[in-house]
T-cell receptor
């Protein structure tokens, strides 16, 4: 089974500053990687996903993530955050052994301050 | 097009009671799944289904039953609720191919006393 680690449970940042949310996963032959966002009292919404090809993936709302196979990481970045980015962010992975099973990290709460 | 719907939104149960959490989708998705979300633990997969009549266990299946008689519906049954099942439950669906996006419902908040 896969495991996903999000080391930062909370990340405070000022508006218009850059942010990086970290995600590491346990190694596997092939993986599919996802970042989701959850606004208060709502379900999860997909931000971006890596399936294959270019290691730099661009998503919605100006977010991007880079797949690094050697470091088994998939960190999420945004060059300039807005107040509206305040939410909880989840990294998830499925792998080639069973792509129907998804494993989520514990989440990172991004708090954007004015 | 309502997407993924879940009922009820909130439920309080006593230990030992049974209940069914409902999930429906109108996108003709073959894949449906149930997760529970607990503080500090993210989402954990309970059960999933890749089509009518086909279900399989996820990471934390104990205490939960599922069945899939139609493409649209994927109910989650708690036969004898326990306080450890207090959680927020999310249903999700997607097309079957691995690259397809999962769509989540709004969640059901369950409190077991």
């Amino acid at each position: 089974a896969q495991s996903v680690t999000q080391l930062d449970s909370q990340v405070p940042v000022f508006e218009e500053a850059p942010v990086e949310l970290r995600c590491n996963y346990s190694s596997s032959v092939s993986v599919y990687l996802f970042w989701y966002v959850q606004y208060p009292n709502q379900g999860l919404q997909l931000l971006l996903k890596y399936l294959s090809g270019s290691t730099l993936v661009k998503g919605i709302n100006g977010f991007e993530a880079e797949f690094n196979k050697s470091q088994t990481s998939f960190h999420l970045r945004k060059p300039s955050v807005h107040i509206s980015d305040t939410a909880e962010y989840f990294c998830a992975v499925s792998d080639g052994n069973n792509f129907n099973k998804f494993y989520f990290g514990s989440g990172t709460k991004l708090n954007v301050k004015p | 097009n309502a997407g993924v719907t879940q009922t009820p939104k909130f439920q309080v149960l006593k230990t030992g009671q049974s209940m069914t959490l409902q999930c429906a989708q109108d996108m003709n998705h073959e894949y449906m799944s149930w997760y529970r979300q607990d503080p500090g633990m993210g989402l954990r997969l309970i059960h999933y289904s890749v089509g009518a009549g086909i279900t399989d266990q996820g990471e934390v299946p104990n205490g939960y039953n599922v069945s899939r008689s139609t493409t649209e519906d994927f109910p989650l049954r708690l036969l004898s609720a326990a306080p450890s099942q207090t959680s927020v439950y999310f249903c999700a669906s997607k097309d079957r191919a691995f690259q397809e996006t999962q769509y989540f419902g709004p969640g059901t908040r369950l409190l077991v006393l």
